[in-house]
């Protein structure tokens, strides 16, 4: 079993930063695959960042060259770094893992309950 919790979000201005945070607990040995998620109201929850085991990374293109997404095995956290974030960026962000590597799909085993960021023009 492994618990996944998000922090980090909040409100800024577009053009600003912000990173995430997602604590893992629990058998985080068997964590493999992680990634990051986000959904806004009305809209289909959207896979953004992803990384596996071995530091492999992926992206949507939406958010490929602003955000970065990594991973601190030995504190059992993830990071997402968000800059120049647009209006477009607000969603409720989550973070998921499983024991193989999933991309941007949504197959992960785990999930948090999220962390809202907003933006505003």
């Known amino acids: 079993q492994v618990q996944l919790v998000e922090s980090g979000g909040g409100s800024v201005q577009s053009g600003g930063s912000l990173t995430l945070s997602c604590a893992a607990s629990?058998?985080?040995?068997?964590?493999?695959?992680m990634a990051w998620f986000r959904q806004a109201p009305g809209k289909e929850r959207e896979g953004i960042a992803s990384?596996?085991?071995?530091?492999?990374?992926n992206y949507a293109n939406s958010v490929k060259g602003r955000f970065t997404i990594s991973r601190d095995s030995a504190k059992n956290t993830l990071y997402l770094q968000m800059n120049t974030l647009k209006p477009e960026d607000t969603a409720m962000y989550s973070c998921?893992?499983?024991?193989?590597?999933?991309?941007?799909?949504?197959?992960?085993?785990?999930w948090g309950q999220g962390t809202q960021v907003t933006v505003s023009s």
């Open positions: 998921a893992a499983a024991a193989v590597y999933y991309g941007l799909g949504e197959a992960y085993t785990y």
């Open positions: 629990g058998n985080t040995d068997i964590i493999y695959g």
């Open positions: 990384i596996d085991g071995a530091g492999s990374t």
